[in-house]
């Protein structure tokens, strides 16, 4: 799957992309009252580019450069963009 083919509310099987930025992890509070750590990351591939939010020490796998494959996501809109959420089932592996 490539980047300009995801839509929101859809699944994302896989999908392999380049990290090219990585924001510092930063604590939010969830919708269910606990406390997480949050990162965010922006993928890029030949067609496009998105950014995917990394729970907890899934923040910690990667770093700026690496190609990455992302396995079980989910595409959802966050302050009017798309974005990439990995969920329970969701994977990230640096190839």
Request: hydrophobic share 35%; glycine share 10%.
């Amino acid at each position: 799957m490539k980047i300009k083919d995801l839509i929101v509310g859809r699944n994302v099987d896989s999908l392999e992309a380049r990290v090219i930025d990585k924001s510092e992890p930063r604590r939010v509070m969830t919708r269910f009252g606990r406390e997480l750590t949050v990162t965010t990351a922006k993928l890029e591939d030949d067609t496009g580019s998105i950014n995917i939010s990394l729970w907890g020490r899934d923040g910690d796998k990667v770093k700026v450069g690496d190609r990455v494959e992302i396995k079980n996501a989910f595409v959802k809109e966050f302050r009017g963009e798309k974005q990439l959420t990995l969920g329970r089932r969701g994977v990230i592996r640096v190839l």
